[in-house]
């Protein structure tokens, strides 16, 4: 949470002539606030009007039932997300209608600067699913959608489902039922991980990896991307030449969960690894199963294992207490599409 001057005045200036001031005179009208109105200080009957349209202006906003940061979450927007004013404002937060719900949220992850957005596709993977008019299996069926059906993802998220378009309705859907960013197909991609296994480099950091990506650096997060391009799956991982810039992208878009279980270690899970060392990750690496304490992985940029210090692909079992953190590729698709 942020809340520096500097924080709220940048606050001031997305949400600037938004703003319609309630006079504290008596008898005296509405008047618009000047572009230099801070949040911090307007009043609190204050609020972009009324159906004025409003975008996201952060990677992930929770959208929270009462205007607090104390107050449960109730949705997630993501970046560029369209919400629509009430007319409500109150501490800093704007109430909104955010995909058919009505919440609260910062203010200073508003702004009224419609973005350029290209919609992000969907697909329905079951046989048919249930489109519903809120995040609950208790809400009104809104349409059936057919296997194979495409649509659109809205950048809302809550409790495990989705804000979709589809044949121009707006309805929630499970997220474990549909696909972004193209089919994430598991045994594919453990597939082509598999039929890399055993490659060696023929020169330190010379390798047909950093020859893709056209680099020369430490290659494990290159073999990462390199096996989902080939997969047909390119969307669900992030592509950079250094693990720095890796880590700091999968770190900036909050999507690592650094409290690994091994139930969570599914197939096709990308896991960050720390060694057990506790100074941060330090490596990468596709999940294939788990066994007792060990978690079997597909890693490009490393050893085999034997003393042989030559580099390449090969399959380790590394203990839980090696795992630093995991992301699922999904996930990664969803909020950067």
Known sequence: MLTTTSTRRRAAGLVAGLLVVASVAAGTGAAAAPAATNLSTA??????????????????????????????????????????????AKNGFIEVNAAGLKAWAPAEYLTAEKPSWKATKIGTKPTSIKLRAKPSVDANVVATAPRGTVGTYQKFQSQGWWRVKIDGKASWAKSNLLWVGG??????????????????????????????????????????????????????????????????????????????????????TVVLLDWGLNEGPKHTAIVDHVSGDYVYLVEGNTTDGTGDNTRGVFYRARPMSYIWAWYSPPEYARVTM
């Not at 975008?55 to 979450?73: H, M």
């Open 183 to 268: 089919h994430f197909d598991v045994d594919r991609i453990l597939e082509v991980a598999h039929s890399q296994v055993g490659y060696r480099e023929p020169a330190f950091e010379v390798n047909k990896y950093n020859t893709w990506i056209n680099g020369s650096n430490p290659w494990c997060e290159v073999f990462v991307a390199w096996v989902f391009d080939k997969s047909g799956y390119k969307a669900g991982v992030p592509k950079h030449d250094t693990f720095r810039e890796y880590y700091a992208e999968l770190e900036d878009l909050g999507i690592l969960d650094k409290t690994p279980t091994k139930a969570e270690m599914k197939k096709g």
């Open 43 to 88: 009043p609190l009957a204050a609020a972009p009007a009324a159906g004025k349209a409003l975008f996201v202006d952060k990677y992930k906003l929770a959208f929270r039932w009462k205007a607090t940061y104390n107050s449960n979450t109730r949705l997630s927007g993501f970046k560029n997300a369209r919400v629509v004013a009430t007319g409500n």
